[in-house]
């Protein structure tokens, strides 16, 4: 797989993630209108949700109607997106760096 294959395979499963807490809830309850908030709590549940960094969630009714949505924060695990360490980038960034030398010209 691609990395951009196995990054679209990530974000279907967390969206099926997100909705089964959805169906869950919905289960639950006796009756349910997202748009009113009875049965399910959309912005409660969105609250509670850890989403990964990048994503952003947004949850229509049958009606097709946005009843809510939610950007993932920026922080998880104490680092920052830009803090955390990009291990596979940062090794090719260097071989790519280290090949381009062998190959450059100074003017």
Known sequence: DTLAEQKAEAVRVEAEL???????????????NLGT???????DTLDTLEIRPGLQVFVFDAARFLVGNAD???QSAGLSIAEKPTVISDFLLTVWSSISAV???DT
Do not use: K, L
């Open 103 to 105: 190959f450059r010209t």
């Open 72 to 74: 993932a924060t920026a």
């Open 18 to 32: 997100i909705a089964n807490v959805f169906e869950v809830q919905a289960m639950q309850a006796q009756s349910v």
């Open 37 to 43: 908030g009875e049965g399910v709590n959309v912005a």
